[in-house]
């Protein structure tokens, strides 16, 4: 190639034209790892604040579950002893129906 057949020595460095600017150029760091901080610390507490609401939530659901399972329980039981009230009573009139029937026999 052209390349190849000029005499280049890699070691030589042509004159840069940008030579002592070098402080023009370059930024300065500015610190900013105060707002990242602050944005840590903002997530942080947005963070326990879902948290506390979540468990809040959840302790509401517990509490309406075991609620509503207590009032089933309680009308099962009345069902069932309305139920045995009734069979009671038509067993007492079951009786009283039969003796009535062998007193007019």
């Known amino acids: 190639s052209a390349f190849a ?3 280049y020595d890699p070691k030589e460095r042509p004159d ?4 002592g600017d070098d402080s023009a150029h370059v930024q ?7 707002s990242v901080i602050e944005l840590l610390k903002e997530l942080k507490l947005k963070f326990e604040d879902e948290l ?3 468990n809040t939530e959840e302790t509401n659901a517990e509490n ?4 509503g399972q207590t009032a ?10 309305s139920k045995a009230e009734q069979e009671s009573a038509l067993s007492a009139t079951e009786q009283e129906r039969v003796q009535a029937q062998a007193d007019l026999d």
């Open 28 to 34: 300065k760091y500015g610190f900013k790892s105060q």
């Open 16 to 19: 840069l034209k940008a030579a």
């Open 72 to 81: 089933r329980d309680q009308l099962k039981s009345a069902r069932l002893a």
């Open 52 to 54: 506390t609401a979540m």
């Open 64 to 67: 309406a579950h075991t609620l």
């Open 5 to 7: 057949e000029e005499d």
